[in-house]
């Protein structure tokens, strides 16, 4: 097998760390390094790991540069054929590595690709964070296929084929260094949250194709960082998901899209005023001042893709939040009218 370096991003994750781990370096066959990206925790979890985990190998970054910063950072140093971006608040599953490298080396087209992520905590459902492969709708918005915004199904078997997707999930990812570096990694600006989404549409761009690997499986806890609801989580999804379109859309699209993604936002802020939710009010205010503070600067921050293009696959040319939110279709197959 070619040598797969599994890098766990942490902050402060040293409980994580501690019932997690076990089952990482279990998995963790010939070939396979397990490394630890400290990204400047405050707690013990450095001197945790070393203590009782003395085959990982430990890097510390002298600040805390958010998921696409810390990751940068630690896989500029990292020789691997692939790399597994996993989250520190992960279970991962016996022979879990293998089937998705089995499957990207079968096709060398695949850029990354995701197992199967189901909840840690019910753990017949899909998790939030990436489910059974990402796509996005004709406007933007993110989903996956056993999860639409905040409904997750449940897993009977029913997206178990791998197919090709538009983005693969960050808590578990999987990505050639050579396609990791060749469209320039993740971009640090994001700082944390839908990052991914961005690195896959550039891989995308540069001819990659993103896939899903469901015989592989892990069970994610999920907002072990950002809890669910905070504010700076809220403000960060908004904002990067505007970024994420402003960065990669093909401009004919991107003028329409823009305008009308900036009202349903301004009509979501104002919803949650009128029930009392300040907080995710002002979140949104504040990720649509960064936006345009963003937009005016002489000098937009960012990694940018090699072209503008629609993604490949994973596009629905459809609209999910007319979908969910209209015709009250919550599963994935019933909003691709399978069902």
């Known amino acids: ?21 076990p089952s990482v370096l279990a998995s963790a066959t010939t070939g396979v390094e397990v490394i630890l990206a400290d990204n400047a925790s405050t707690d013990n979890s450095v001197e945790f790991v070393r203590q009782h985990f003395p085959t ?8 805390n540069r958010g998921y696409a910063g810390g990751y940068n950072e630690a896989l500029q140093q990292i020789q691997a054929d692939y790399y597994v971006l996993l989250n520190s608040d992960v279970e991962v599953t016996e022979g879990w ?19 199967k992520l189901l909840s840690y905590h019910e753990r017949d459902s899909f998790e939030y964070a ?9 406007l933007g918005y993110p989903f996956a296929r056993g999860r639409v915004f905040e409904h997750c199904e449940k897993d009977w078997g029913q997206y178990n084929d791998p197919e090709p997707i538009s983005w693969a999930s960050g808590a578990a990812l999987f990505i050639r260094s050579a396609a990791y570096h060749g469209v320039g990694g ?3 600006f994001f700082f944390a949250h839908q990052e991914e989404i961005d690195l896959c549409w550039r891989l995308q761009a540069a001819g990659y194709r993103l896939f899903v690997c469901p015989e592989s499986v892990v069970y994610h806890v999920g907002g072990g960082t950002l809890p669910k609801g905070n504010r700076k989580k809220v403000m960060l999804n908004y904002r990067n998901n505007m970024l994420l379109l402003l960065k990669n859309m093909p401009l004919g699209r991107l003028l329409w899209v823009f305008p009308l993604r900036y009202m349903l936002d301004v009509a ?7 029930h009392g939710n300040t907080a995710y009010w002002s979140a949104i205010v504040e990720a649509h001042g960064a936006v345009w503070r963003w937009l005016f600067s002489p000098k937009k ?13 994973g596009l629905y040319m459809g609209s999910v939040v007319y979908k969910y939110f209209i015709r009250k279709e919550y599963t994935f197959d019933k909003i691709m009218g399978k069902k």
């Open 1 to 21: 097998m070619p040598s797969v370096a599994v890098v766990i991003l942490n902050y402060n994750g040293c409980s994580y760390l501690a019932q997690f781990l």
């Open 56 to 63: 990982v190998k430990i890097m510390r970054a002298s600040e």
């Open 97 to 115: 590595i293998e089937p998705v490298i089995s499957l990207m080396e079968a096709d060398r087209t695949i850029g990354a690709c995701q197992p």
């Open 130 to 138: 990436g489910a059974a492969g990402g796509w996005l709708d004709s």
């Open 186 to 188: 993740l971009d640090a």
């Open 268 to 274: 979501a802020a104002f919803r949650e005023l009128i």
């Open 301 to 313: 921050e960012g990694v940018w893709p090699k072209r503008r293009v629609l993604p490949k696959d």
